[in-house]
């Protein structure tokens, strides 16, 4: 019988060597045989996909990877205003229905700690910097958080939403760090 390559398989093929292939869904990792269950180990992901609120245009992705010291978290966010600073939090209900956002909870906050910088000892597990757009009012910000895990334990990100406030946190105001209402909210799920 004679051996046909078909698009799939050309398309895996190309994955391996390319890691990529657009529009199958294939990534390298399941070309290399990745299974496909929700990864809870030391290299889990889960991602978050915000969708606009309060009659705004903003948008974006963010990621959260596993790693040795915490949970390395990016985000790619647009429709920002030019040059605006955001406050950028994950919050505690996966729960983004509400046209502001208000159905998310407040801030994640396994440990009853008060709100602050992540910086400093004093901070909500969710507490994350505020997010500054660029000119065209695009923000891309990558941070270690080292209160979160990539799971559903106590620590875990998966099952809660992040959101983008309209203001800057303050870092200071409890417990929220008055920045204002939620523009952006996105259900953190495991990917
Ligand atoms: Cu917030």
Redesign the pocket.
């Known amino acids: 019988m004679k051996q046909v390559l078909t698009p799939l398989a050309a398309c895996i093929a190309a994955a391996v060597a390319l890691a990529g292939c657009a529009g199958s869904g294939m990534t390298s990792s399941s070309a290399a045989g990745a299974t496909a269950a929700p990864n809870t180990g030391a290299d889990a992901r889960a991602t978050a996909k915000l969708q606009p609120k309060s009659g705004t245009d903003t948008a974006g992705t963010v990621t959260f990877q596993q790693q040795p010291g915490g949970v390395m978290m990016t985000a790619a966010i647009t429709g920002l205003p030019p040059n605006s600073v955001h ?3 994950v ?1 505690e209900k996966g729960d983004c229905s509400a046209p502001d956002a208000m159905s998310a909870g407040g ?1 994640f906050n396994p440990t009853g700690k008060p709100h602050g910088q992540m910086t400093v000892p004093d901070h909500h597990a969710g507490d994350m910097n505020n997010v500054t757009a660029d000119a065209s009012g695009n923000a891309r910000v990558s941070m270690l958080l080292p209160d979160l895990t990539v799971g559903t334990g106590a620590n875990g990100v998966i099952g809660r939403a992040v ?1 983008v ?1 309209k203001d800057p946190d303050d870092y200071k105001t409890q417990p ?2 008055n ?1 204002g209402g ?1 523009i952006a909210c996105g259900v953190v799920a495991a990917s």
């Open positions: 406050g950028f939090h919050h801030h959101v406030h929220t760090g920045s939620r």
